[in-house]
């Protein structure tokens, strides 16, 4: 790879918690959850009736109104979570060459709720009664399409799709990019909409949510021995990268350094994760070794954390393993899915965004519901209350169906 570092100006968040990063983060802080009953359909008779939801959000506030039709949900929540990451850069599209300013955004799902309202009317009405817009509001390239579109960004544009590892393989892939002198900025992150109807149905089915209906605020309790299942969110998390000596330069606000990024495969099976762990040591070991840093200089790890009965005692193992004695030994871990619910190819972007949040303000957001902690589970969670900590270097973890692993490291500069 190439040697320019790679910085972090900018930063943008719609989630279960606000519709800014402020909001949101404030919230974090104070360890409250975004949970609740189901409201934008009726899901009485499913499995799980409880999500993580984008509360208040207007597209009107973001897309004149004639145009609202044309976009998923998703794809508005790119465009809202962009510009306020944009906005946060003080960059100016006339200020720098647009075809070195690209677009790269993790979606693990895409457009679903369009497609099944144009399904249903294809079913009811025939074809003629599809929207023209069914297939450019659907492909999941059109949140980073849209974004693009919006502020003029002429470099590289598209979508990784990498389940819920999206977002922290498209962060990765764009530090990359800027790293080899590829592009200059990059706009990069997750965004995802999928409390929907099938979305929810094909989870349950699974049997992967938690189906603790009756108390939403508890439901999402990872590494509690308790938990049964994660909740899903939705909303966007947005990251400007920019190439260090030109940020520097213009004077820009410096979050933090992206300095490590690893990823594997488990190679193993569809859903379910190697036992032991090894897909995931062997991404956070590859992160540590191109952020050049030693396992003991770690502060802070923002876990997968999903609160199923699989991932956690596996995702805590493999950091056992990946981080030897100081991982009982001042490493903190917190899993902010506990809050927000598990947003899915939108995760990883969030979550770097949290990282950025916690180098910037020296807090660490707490893991809220970790009552018990379950036999295997026995690291520093953070539990319940978000501490202060000075944290040199944060790294995110995220894995994924299909057995994809990804991590990411940041820094101070």
């Known amino acids: 790879m190439g040697d320019r570092r790679v910085v972090v100006t900018g930063i943008g968040m719609i989630s279960p918690l606000g519709l800014t990063v402020d909001e949101s983060w404030g919230n974090m802080l104070a360890g409250k959850s975004g949970a609740g009953r189901v409201t934008q359909f009726d899901p009485t008779g499913y499995p799980s009736t409880i999500a993580a939801e984008v509360k208040g959000f207007n597209p009107e506030d973001y897309v004149q109104p004639k145009a609202v039709k044309r976009y998923d949900r998703f794809s508005l929540f790119a465009i809202a979570a962009a510009r306020e990451a944009w906005k946060d850069s003080g960059l100016s599209i006339?200020?720098?060459?647009?075809?070195?300013?690209?677009?790269?955004?993790?979606?693990?799902?895409?457009?679903?709720?369009?497609?099944?309202?144009?399904?249903?009317?294809?079913?009811?009405?025939?074809?003629?009664?599809?929207?023209?817009?069914?297939?450019?509001?659907?492909?999941?390239?059109?949140?980073?399409?849209?974004?693009?579109?919006?502020?003029?960004?002429?470099?590289?544009?598209?979508?990784?799709?990498?389940?819920?590892?999206?977002?922290?393989?498209?962060?990765?892939?764009?530090?990359?990019?800027?790293?080899?002198?590829?592009?200059?900025?990059?706009?990069?992150?997750?965004?995802?909409?999928?409390?929907?109807?099938?979305?929810?149905?094909?989870?349950?089915?699974?049997?992967?949510?938690?189906?603790?209906?009756?108390?939403?605020?508890?439901?999402?309790?990872?590494?509690?021995?308790?938990?049964?299942?994660?909740?899903?969110?939705?909303?966007?998390?947005?990251?400007?990268?920019?190439?260090?000596?030109?940020?520097?330069?213009?004077?820009?606000?410096?979050?933090?350094?992206?300095?490590?990024?690893?990823?594997?495969?488990?190679?193993?099976?569809?859903?379910?994760?190697?036992?032991?762990?090894?897909?995931?040591?062997?991404?956070?070991?590859?992160?540590l070794a191109s952020a050049k840093i030693r396992p003991e200089q770690m502060d802070y790890i923002n876990a997968h954390g999903t609160s199923t009965p699989l991932n956690d005692p596996n995702e805590t193992l493999a950091i056992k393993k990946t981080f030897g004695d100081h991982a009982h030994n001042g490493l903190l871990v917190s899993s902010t899915k506990s809050m927000v619910g598990h947003l899915l190819g939108a995760a990883g972007g969030l979550e770097a965004v949290v990282l950025a949040k916690t180098i910037q303000t020296s807090s660490v957001p707490p893991t809220i519901n970790l009552d018990n902690p379950d036999e295997g589970c026995d690291l520093d969670y953070v539990a319940h209350t978000a501490r202060e900590k000075n944290v040199d270097y944060a790294m995110s973890n995220s894995f994924g169906f299909g057995g994809t692993n990804s991590s990411v490291i940041l820094s101070k500069v």
């Open 94 to 287: 006339d200020e720098i060459n647009p075809t070195k300013a690209g677009t790269i955004l993790g979606v693990g799902i895409g457009g679903l709720r369009y497609l099944e309202d144009n399904h249903t009317e294809l079913l009811n009405a025939g074809p003629r009664r599809l929207s023209p817009f069914l297939i450019p509001a659907m492909i999941s390239n059109l949140a980073p399409g849209n974004v693009a579109i919006d502020l003029g960004l002429k470099g590289i544009n598209y979508t990784i799709t990498s389940a819920c590892t999206s977002g922290t393989h498209a962060v990765g892939e764009a530090y990359r990019m800027i790293k080899d002198g590829l592009q200059d900025v990059i706009m990069t992150g997750g965004s995802e909409a999928a409390i929907t109807p099938l979305g929810l149905g094909g989870f349950g089915r699974m049997k992967a949510l938690t189906t603790r209906n009756d108390d939403p605020e508890k439901a999402s309790r990872p590494f509690d021995k308790d938990r049964d299942g994660f909740l899903i969110g939705e909303g966007a998390g947005t990251l400007v990268l920019e190439e260090y000596e030109s940020a520097k330069k213009r004077g820009a606000k410096i979050y933090a350094e992206v300095i490590g990024y690893g990823f594997s495969c488990d190679a193993y099976h569809i859903t379910g994760q190697l036992e032991g762990g090894e897909g995931a040591v062997q991404c956070m070991e590859m992160a």
